[in-house]
């Protein structure tokens, strides 16, 4: 069965920083585009960034940039959001998601193949 499960989230202060991970069970990761993507209440769901099935990383949020990283473990099957810095606009369910292709489909989230249930991150004082 295809599976992507995220996990990390939770509650952290302004300015605290969490580890997302997306790992990936029946497929393997090398040959698909994994990208992250958050909803936040009320809001419409955001592409932020995709690590490319070729191991390169695109940022697509440029207000993020500097603040967020994604990687890849081969190894174990898993992708990783790293956020810095973090501000209560951040709050949102992150997901991850999987396109059999080089890139992420982020203008059309609905072509990625795969997606998780989601992760909540709050950031609150």
């Known amino acids: 069965q295809l599976q992507l499960v995220e996990s990390g989230g939770g509650f952290v202060q302004p300015g605290g920083s969490l580890r997302l991970s997306c790992s990936a069970s029946?497929?393997?990761?090398?040959?698909?585009?994994i990208g992250w993507f958050r909803q936040a209440p009320g809001k419409e769901r955001e592409g932020l960034l995709c690590?490319?099935?070729?191991?390169?990383?695109?940022n697509y949020a440029d207000s993020e940039e500097g603040r967020f990283t994604i990687s890849r473990d081969l190894a174990k099957n898993t992708v990783y959001l790293e956020m810095n810095s973090l501000k209560p606009e951040d709050t949102a369910v992150y997901y991850c998601?999987?396109?059999?292709?080089?890139?992420?489909?982020?203008?059309?989230?609905?072509?990625?193949?795969?997606w998780g249930k989601g992760t909540l991150v709050t950031v609150s004082s």
């Open positions: 690590f490319t099935s070729s191991g390169g990383s695109i």
């Open positions: 029946g497929f393997v990761l090398d040959y698909y585009a």
């Open positions: 998601a999987a396109h059999q292709a080089l890139f992420c489909s982020i203008t059309t989230p609905e072509d990625m193949d795969y």
